[in-house]
């Protein structure tokens, strides 16, 4: 490809860390990620705690009472804690700088938390599904009093954590997930609390598994959700919030742009977006001129800061089928 074909804007990275129109705002951007990171450390911290504790207490009883409701609700329980775990290693090991080896940094590994938090969220509910069909056949005697006893511990600690954590479930998907998991932990411990007062009126022991399959049906879509928004990212998706028509439409409009081709716009954690793109001048246009309004743009319109921006006097169909 001839030197005159096109023109690589000053530096790759200069869109991303110059202090210019759209780009204004990255080192506070990155200031105030660090804070928002030791808040969900410290959240998910108190988190762990409390439902590791609870856990011990929930086998015990499911175990003693005899309430599959119960040992299914520790069964989600004990995802919980394993999700916490995971979620605040995530964090740990998401907060280390970028290297030589891993140049996007440790991010993502955030996003493989949560796509293995819900695998097993799948794996819990299909095995309450199918253990709560096998006890509608084969009934066993439940100790409602205790049963309610423990659901209602249940689900204070479930409330708590649920508090805890609301700050941060929008801000990362790690965080999101751990929160849905006690989310659904807690309406498990609302369905075990109406099945142990059921049992304590009416003698119906059947409603013990009928409380656990209500429960695995009602993880299974919500699971569903985060393992779709996780595998989006592992793919590099575009994220939802952004709609790439309109993104590739403002760079078109943009003053001094004449083309755009190989848009890419992606994820690297739940909350950081990243673009690329070719763009083609238009005769006269000074390049790093379009370059600054074109990411004062996309920080406008998308929230976008991570722009990487090949300018181009004429399209570089040389590398036609790497722009596909």
């Known amino acids: 490809m001839g030197e005159g074909k096109f023109a690589m804007s000053q530096e790759a990275s200069q869109s991303r860390h110059a202090s210019e129109p759209g780009d204004a705002g990255h080192g506070k951007a990155g200031h105030a990620h660090s804070h928002t990171t030791n808040a969900n450390a ?190 989006n990212i592992l793919l590099e998706g575009a994220p939802s919030s952004v709609a790439l028509d309109a993104l590739r439409r403002i760079i078109g409009e943009t003053p001094g742009v004449a083309g755009v081709h190989d848009l890419h716009i992606w994820v690297s954690g739940a909350d950081q977006p990243s673009c690329t793109v070719h763009v083609v001048l238009a005769p006269g246009a000074e390049g790093e001129a379009v370059r600054q309004r074109v990411t004062g743009a996309l920080a406008a319109d998308f929230d976008v800061h991570h722009v990487t921006i090949q300018t181009e006097t004429a399209p570089c169909d040389a590398l036609a089928e790497l722009h596909s």
């Open 42 to 231: 410290r959240q998910l911290t108190i988190a762990l705690a409390l439902t590791s504790t609870f856990l011990v207490a929930e086998v015990i009883g499911g175990l003693v009472f005899k309430s599959l409701a119960l040992l299914s609700d520790a069964a989600h329980m004990f995802t919980d804690v394993v999700a916490l775990a995971i979620a605040l290693a995530a964090i740990k090991i998401g907060a280390r700088k970028a290297d030589d080896r891993r140049t996007f940094g440790y991010r993502r590994f955030e996003i493989l938390a949560a796509a293995f938090n819900a695998i097993l969220l799948f794996a819990v509910a299909i095995y309450v599904l199918v253990e709560g069909a096998r006890r509608l056949f084969e009934p066993a005697s439940v100790e409602s009093t205790g049963m309610l006893i423990v659901a209602g511990i249940g689900l204070a600690v479930n409330l708590v954590c649920m508090r805890i954590l609301a700050g941060g479930k929008d801000k990362s998907l790690n965080v999101k997930g751990a929160y849905l998991e006690v989310w659904a932990d807690m309406v498990g411990s609302i369905g075990v609390i109406g099945g142990a007062l059921v049992i304590r009126f009416t003698g119906w022991a059947w409603v013990d598994p009928i409380v656990a399959i209500a429960i695995g049906f009602w993880v299974l879509p919500r699971t569903w959700v985060l393992l779709r928004d996780s595998t």
